[in-house]
T-cell receptor, first 115, second 113 residues
Framework: GAVVSQHPSWVICKSGTSVKIECRSL??????MFWYRQFPKQSLMLMATSNEGSKATYEQGVEKDKFLINHASLTLSTLTVTSAHPEDSSFYIC???????????FGDGTRLSIL | QQQVKQSPQSLIVQKGGISIINCAYE??????FPWYQQFPGKGPALLIAIRPDVSEKKEGRFTISFNKSAKQFSLHIMDSQPGDSATYFC????????????FGTGTRLKVLA
């Protein structure tokens, strides 16, 4: 149980385009979802927290207009990187938790490469 | 006060040995301490977690030891295997509010065959 699916797993696109990443909880209702960014050989850096039906809460230093988060249902959250540039290249990981338990369950990440 | 300090940064252990990774925290409001295992190119997977009312928790070859007064907790991997070679992250969280994690910096474990 507690499976989180993230799609796509790898995306390469040109500078200036927007990229959408989906995060789905497959077998539980995710009241809260989290989006992280991870650089090579580093820890996970929390970007934002989203609750279903509410606006996301962004961590300090994360541009809200750059990283658009939508959590429209209890099983789906999306992260859109708008007007992506090479410095946005990174490994993006989502996680989800349900109301009844505390652990966050992580997706397998999306490797984003901006040319 | 929100930091979680993790050590060592890297660890090499012989097959069959015990791997020990340590974490320390400052915020006494933390009350949930999970450990995650991450393989290259994958997301972290929950290994084991503990709450402050318990001093030790064991699941298979993985054991968490928790010292509330010292504000420290550690992961012990018994009979370490080459398949355990991965990066391990400790984290701390509160059981209220956003439930967000504060992650440690990670430990890269290599188990030699």
């Amino acid at each position: 149980g507690a499976v989180v699916s993230q799609h796509p797993s790898w995306v390469i696109c040109k500078s200036g385009t927007s990229v959408k990443i989906e995060c789905r909880s497959l077998d539980f209702q995710a009241t809260t979802m989290f989006w992280y960014r991870q650089f090579p050989k580093q820890s996970l850096m929390l970007m934002a927290t989203s609750n279903e039906g509410s606006k996301a809460t962004y961590e300090q230093g994360v541009e809200k207009d750059k990283f658009l988060i939508n959590h429209a249902s209890l099983t789906l959250s999306t992260l859109t990187v708008t007007s992506a540039h090479p410095e946005d290249s990174s490994f993006y990981i989502c996680s989800a938790r349900d109301l009844a338990s505390q652990p966050q369950h992580f997706g397998d990440g999306t490797r984003l490469s901006i040319l | 006060q929100q930091q979680v300090k993790q050590s060592p940064q890297s660890l090499i252990v012989q097959k069959g040995g015990i791997s020990i990774i340590n974490c320390a925290y400052e915020n006494t409001a933390f009350d949930y301490f999970p450990w995650y295992q991450q393989f290259p190119g994958k997301g972290p997977a929950l290994l084991i977690a503990i709450r402050p009312d318990v001093s030790e928790k064991k699941e298979g070859r993985f054991t968490i030891s928790f010292n509330k007064s010292a504000k420290q907790f550690s992961l012990h991997i018994m009979d370490s295997q080459p398949g355990d070679s991965a990066t391990y992250f400790c984290a701390a969280s509160t059981a209220s509010g956003t439930y967000k994690y504060i992650f440690g910096t990670g430990t890269r474990l290599k188990v030699l065959a």
